[in-house]
C-alpha cells in the first residue's frame, strides 16, 4: 500500500510544486484548501484545477473564519500593497501577513492526518522570498512538528511519528518553477495575485505578483498565466 | 492597563474555572468558543452565560468543521459511551476524543492573541481525569507554546513571549471544583455533558457527566444542573 501524505494546496504556484513533489516521492495524496478571505474564489478555482491535474486522491476545500479576529490586508482590514521594491517585501512583515495562518492551517491537515492514519504533511513555505512571515521560518516548521507528534493517538500509541514536509524550504522562487518544470506542473493552472481582478486576472503589482513575475525571468521561462498591466518586475 | 488574556470557553465546567482564575490574576480577558458538532448549541449557550457572568471583554463564537475529517464520536461518527467505569475512562483514547482538537483551538486563539497584542491564552485541560487524550499531556502543552512563540510576529521582533496557562493541569475534578468555588464560580451555568437531551439536560451517563458527579461528590457539594436520570457515581 502506498503511504498517504496531506499537501495544503492553495491555488498558488508553491504549493503546486510541493503537491507535485509528493507525488513524486510515491505518496497517495490528500488535498486541503481552505476558503477564507477576500479572494477565496479565485484561489481555490485555481487549488481545483491543480488537484485535478495532479489527480490527487481527495480534495477538500474548507471554509475557515480567518476575518473574525482582524489584522490583514488578506482579510480585509487593510490595502494591499503594490508595486514594491524586493528589499521592502523582504523587510520584515507585511501587511498580507495573516496571523498565525500557517498554525491554523496545519492544525486542520494534523486532524486529517490523524484520521487518515496518515504521518506526512506537505506545505510549500520558503524562507527566502518570504523571510517576513515568522511562520514560513525553518524553526517554526520544526517545532511544529514536534508539537504535532505530541499531540495525536500516534504520538501516544507509537504508531508512528509525523514529518512536515518542507520540499521548498530553501529554494529561491527561479528554482522553485524550474524544479515543478521538471516534474511537469502546469503553471498556467496556478493563482498567486493577492487582488486578482474579478475575472481572475492577477494586478502584476502586488507582493505576490512580483515575486512570481521575477522568479519566472530567473527561471528564463514565460509565466503563463495572464496579467492586468503589462509591467515587469 | 491591565495584561490581555485569551481564555478558550467550550461552556464546561474546566473552561469556566480556568476562566475565573486568569481573572483571579487580574487579566482583561477575551474568551473564545467554537461551534461545532453535534452538541454545539446546548454548549455555546452554557459559553455565553458563563462569559456574561464573568463579564468578559469581548466573547467570540466561531463556527468551525471538525466533522470534514470524521474519525471522533462528537463530531457524529459513533455513539457517545455511557455508563463506563473510571477505569475505563482512563485507560486509552476514548472515541469520544475529536483528532487535533486543542491544537486547533489554541492555533486560533494564537491568531486572537497576535491581533489583541496577547501573550496569555488560558485553557482548562487537565492530565488526570483525561489522561487518555493525547492533546491534554503537560508535554504538549508546553511543546504548543513554543511553538506559538516562533509562530508569530512577537517572536520575531522580540516584543513577548506566549504563555499557555493551563491552571488545572495537575487537579482532579474535585480539586477543580474546589477551586472554582473558592473564586465564585456558578457551575449551574455550565454544561459537560455529550449527550444532552434537546431541552438541555445532561445524560448522566457518558463519561464527562460521570467525571462531573464523581468530581462533585469529591468536593462535598451538590452539583447544581439538571439530569435526565437519577443515578450517581
Redesign the interface.
Known amino acids: 500500500m502506498k503511504r498517504r501524505g496531506i499537501v495544503l494546496l492553495s491555488g498558488g504556484l508553491d504549493s503546486a510544486t510541493a503537491a507535485a513533489d509528493a507525488l513524486d516521492r510515491g505518496f497517495e495524496l490528500y488535498a486541503l484548501t481552505f476558503e477564507y478571505g477576500q479572494r477565496h474564489s479565485i484561489e481555490v478555482q485555481a487549488a481545483k484545477r491543480v488537484a485535478d491535474a495532479l489527480a490527487v486522491e481527495q480534495h477538500?476545500v474548507?471554509?475557515?473564519?480567518?476575518a473574525?479576529?482582524?489584522?490583514s490586508a488578506l482579510t480585509g482590514d487593510a490595502q494591499v500593497p503594490k508595486d514594491r521594491t524586493h528589499e521592502e517585501i523582504g523587510g520584515g512583515?507585511p501587511v498580507t501577513?495573516?496571523?498565525?495562518?500557517?498554525?491554523?492551517f496545519?492544525?486542520?491537515a494534523?486532524?486529517?492526518a490523524?484520521?487518515?492514519n496518515a504521518y506526512d504533511i506537505f506545505i510549500g513555505v520558503n524562507c527566502v522570498d518570504y523571510s517576513g512571515y515568522?511562520?514560513c521560518?525553518p524553526?517554526?516548521v520544526a517545532?511544529?512538528q514536534?508539537?504535532?507528534r505530541?499531540?495525536?493517538?500516534a504520538?501516544?500509541?507509537g504508531e508512528g511519528a509525523l514529518t512536515i514536509h518542507t520540499p521548498l524550504l530553501t529554494l529561491s522562487k527561479g528554482e522553485i518553477i524550474q524544479r515543478g518544470l521538471e516534474l511537469g506542473v502546469d503553471y498556467a493552472l496556478t493563482s498567486s495575485c493577492y487582488d486578482p481582478s474579478s475575472d481572475g486576472k492577477a494586478c502584476g503589482r502586488c507582493d505576490a505578483c512580483a515575486l512570481r513575475r521575477a522568479g519566472f525571468e530567473k527561471a528564463g521561462v514565460v509565466d503563463p498565466i495572464e496579467y492586468q498591466s503589462p509591467g515587469g518586475s
Do not use: C, H, Q, S
Not at 473574525?68 to 489584522?71: E, K, R, S
Open positions: 477538500v474548507l471554509p475557515i473564519d480567518l473574525v479576529f482582524g489584522g512583515i501577513y495573516v496571523p498565525a495562518r500557517n498554525t491554523i496545519l492544525a486542520y494534523l486532524a486529517w490523524e484520521v487518515l515568522p511562520d521560518r524553526e517554526y517545532a511544529f514536534t508539537m504535532g505530541l499531540a495525536t493517538k504520538g501516544v500509541e
